[in-house]
């Protein structure tokens, strides 16, 4: 480097995702570092960012945080509580109680009665795409591993009824495992249309025109009117013949089977998940041979998957992430749903409520009365 504020990285191959990557690798103070260890750097962090993390699930259940004295962006409140309420109703008893000033994922009709008493609403431009993976890699010889089956998954759902009698509009269906503001979106691809003609047609020709019955993991009270459309995608595919039962697991049991790559289930829900890259290949390279212990692994979309994430020109790699869309799309590895991106409600009185890479920026946040 040629100054002692400069640093140099060198990768092994091109990688034109890498400033974004950089977002979310953090920097230590170094003399702390040195001091503590990793361990004890662990558990005592020095940073420079708006408030301490003084508790942990305090009696109430809270996260505790504090301003942070030495922070370089000084927060306007100096302590904010965070609780866990899963179901939607506390959400909302607690918000029109005037015990919380800022709620995550209400039930979009819900929203006019908070508008009506001076609340704002805030929406995470930044969508993910709510999906179920189907996990053909742990399932050979499930009728999931039949590409026709996967096909006829998606062509049962009516999306646009989801989208707009449960969700009032606010999740517009979803074309591929990336929103309209991702890099490498394809706007050429439109939602599976509506067609249980075809997928019955479909789960026939690969040998189920009797139907059968399969399992999905899904984690509750995640995002608005879950159980609604749990309820919805069971009426539209027992329509083509297809009984899927719903087992609820905690996300704590969600997670260590992804990373083990071991699901108790045919499907999973799994959301198509740009952020904070906002770039259409990190979602994909999920969706691969790619991950490390791979629950869908297609060794025809490699080369296209290591040619988009080696590709420095901007043109170019675009359209070549946008074939690899139209590919995804022809393999259909998970049963595409919505484009899904949190909303936020914030109490009046408060000033400044910002909403970056689908997490608030509470510094900014100030009491005006």
């Not at 942990?56 to 996260?63: H, P």
């Not at 927060?75 to 800022?102: N, T, W």
């Not at 646009?160 to 050429?188: C, M, T, W, Y």
Request: one cysteine or more.
């Amino acid at each position: 480097a040629p100054d002692a504020r400069t640093l140099i990285f060198t990768t092994w191959e091109p990688d034109p995702v890498l400033p974004n990557r950089l977002t979310s690798a953090m920097m230590v103070e170094p003399q702390a570092w040195r001091e503590l260890g990793r361990h004890g750097f662990s558990r005592t962090p020095v940073g420079t960012g708006s408030y301490l993390l003084t508790d942990w699930q305090n009696r109430n259940g809270a996260v505790v945080l504090t301003a942070n004295p030495y922070a370089w962006r000084p927060p306007g409140i100096s302590r904010v509580e965070m609780y866990p309420l899963r179901d939607h109703a506390s959400r909302l008893q607690a918000a029109l109680s005037g015990q919380l000033d800022i709620i995550m994922s209400l039930r979009p009709e819900q929203l006019d009665i908070f508008r009506d008493r001076g609340f704002t609403v805030h929406a995470d431009i930044l969508r993910q795409i709510l999906a179920f993976a189907f996990d053909v890699t742990g399932h050979p010889d499930a009728p999931i591993a039949d590409v026709r089956v996967r096909q006829a998954f998606n062509y049962a759902i009516d999306r646009k009824a989801i989208s707009e009698d449960i969700l009032q509009g606010f999740a517009p269906p979803a074309s591929q495992g990336s929103a309209p503001n991702v890099f490498g979106h394809n706007p050429r691809i439109k939602p599976y249309p509506h067609d249980p003609v075809k997928a019955r047609a479909l789960l026939a020709e690969a040998g189920y025109p009797q139907g059968f019955s399969t399992e999905v993991q899904v984690v509750t009270g995640t995002y608005p009117n879950d159980l609604e459309i749990f309820a919805k995608l069971q009426q539209d595919l027992a329509a083509v013949g297809i009984d899927m039962a719903f087992r609820r697991v905690l996300f704590s049991d969600w997670i260590r089977q992804y990373f083990q790559g071991a699901w108790r289930t045919e499907l999973f829900t799994l959301a198509w998940n740009t952020a904070p890259h906002n770039d259409a290949l990190r979602p994909m390279e999920q969706y691969s041979c790619l991950k490390a212990r791979p629950f869908f692994c297609d060794e025809t979309l490699r080369a296209g998957l290591l040619a988009a994430g080696r590709e420095m020109d901007t043109r170019r790699r675009e359209n070549l992430l946008q074939e690899l869309a139209v590919e995804y799309r022809r393999r259909a590895p998970s049963l595409l749903l919505l484009e899904y991106g949190h909303m936020w409600v914030v109490a009046p009185g408060l000033s400044g409520f910002r909403v970056r890479t689908r997490a608030p920026e509470l510094y900014r946040v100030e009491r005006t009365e």
